[in-house]
């Protein structure tokens, strides 16, 4: 079995609980928290983009992505303690969430020294880690959410990454970790296939 951040999800989601009841009280739906999220991480992205000698933004990226984490747990939450979970809920949850990843992490091909190369095969990686699950989970198996290089462990790793360039550590280290979430994410893709595949496996083998 594979490790990710995602197998600490439940103890993250217990100290979201005050937060989740404030919302459900000020009539917050699911779905405007994952748009909002997404809009906030298109934000910032954008930010990034725009001025990537920014150091500010940099240190700043780790944050938010903790942010954008605890929005996205409290959606699901809301929409289970609420009883609004939709067809429409889910499918924003998956598209806002690749939205939200491609507006984060393109921007790191701007920022000095970094491997445009490396970053965009990164993202590209990373959505395909995504699909994965989402693939299993149409061919009837649970979705996936196998790692090493799941969402959370991907959030970690480009958290990191941020606070190398931040600090002006030669690029060789930023450039190292990226190209370690390439390969870790094409492990994740592998991952979440395999156990998908696993069901309609024979019998016999």
């Known amino acids: 079995m594979s490790f990710s951040i995602y197998q600490?999800?439940?103890r993250f989601q217990q100290l979201l609980r005050p937060a989740l009841a404030a919302l459900a009280r000020a009539g917050v739906t699911p779905n405007q928290i994952t748009?909002?999220?997404?809009?906030?991480?298109?934000?910032?992205?954008?930010?990034l983009a725009l001025d990537p000698g920014n150091a500010a933004l940099w240190y700043g990226l780790p944050l938010f992505l903790l942010l954008r984490m605890a929005l996205n747990a409290i959606d699901g939450m809301l929409a289970t303690a609420t009883g609004n979970k939709t067809a429409l809920g889910a499918m924003l949850n998956e598209l806002c969430d690749q939205l939200?990843?491609?507006?984060?992490?393109?921007?790191?091909?701007?920022?000095?020294?970094?491997?445009?190369?490396?970053?965009?095969?990164?993202?590209?990686?990373?959505?395909?880690?995504?699909?994965a699950?989402?693939?299993?989970?149409?061919?009837?198996?649970?979705?996936?959410?196998?790692?090493?290089?799941?969402?959370?462990d991907r959030a970690?790793?480009?958290?990191?990454?941020?606070?190398?360039?931040?600090?002006?550590?030669?690029?060789?280290?930023?450039?190292?970790?990226?190209?370690?979430?390439?390969?870790?994410?094409?492990?994740?893709?592998?991952?979440?296939?395999?156990?998908g595949l696993h069901p309609y496996a024979p019998a016999t083998r």
């Open 8 to 10: 600490l999800k439940p």
């Open 35 to 47: 748009l909002g999220a997404m809009v906030l991480s298109m934000a910032y992205g954008l930010a």
């Open 100 to 131: 939200s990843d491609a507006a984060l992490y393109l921007p790191f091909a701007l920022a000095a020294g970094i491997q445009p190369v490396v970053v965009v095969l990164a993202v590209v990686a990373a959505l395909l880690t995504e699909f």
């Open 133 to 152: 699950g989402v693939l299993v989970q149409a061919l009837g198996a649970p979705r996936g959410f196998e790692g090493p290089m799941g969402k959370s």
């Open 156 to 195: 970690f790793a480009f958290g990191v990454v941020a606070l190398l360039i931040g600090t002006g550590v030669a690029p060789i280290w930023a450039n190292g970790v990226l190209v370690l979430v390439l390969l870790l994410s094409a492990l994740t893709v592998f991952n979440r296939l395999r156990r």
